[in-house]
């Protein structure tokens, strides 16, 4: 897989955590900051095309009911976890 190098700034503090986290699962931070973007991007590029299937439902279809909505997110809450909890195993 291609990667391509960034630079981020990160205060004393939290670089000294990353560098005790990197020790502890000895792998290296260029790693773990890799591994923490990837799944911030993932979770937030969900978010967003909820968002955006929200909208077009909103503009083209007709709407739900309160319960309908609060089950449609129950379950999409869900699902994230299960998504998150797979991930992390």
């Given at each position: 897989?291609?990667?391509?190098?960034?630079?981020?700034?990160?205060?004393?503090?939290t670089l000294e955590t990353l560098d005790r986290i990197a020790?502890?699962?000895?792998?290296s931070r260029s790693w773990?900051?890799?591994?923490?973007v990837r799944q911030f991007v993932e979770r937030e590029a969900?978010?967003?095309?909820?968002?955006e299937e929200g909208?077009?439902?909103?503009?083209?279809?007709p709407l739900i009911s309160h319960e309908e909505?609060?089950?449609?997110?129950?379950?999409?809450?869900?699902e994230l976890?299960?998504?998150r909890d797979k991930a992390a195993a």
């Open positions: 897989m291609d990667t391509s190098p960034i630079t981020a700034r990160l205060d004393a503090a020790e502890r699962y000895d792998r773990l900051v890799a591994q923490a969900e978010m967003l095309a909820f968002i909208e077009r439902s909103a503009r083209e279809e909505m609060k089950q449609f997110i129950a379950a999409k809450r869900a976890l299960a998504k």
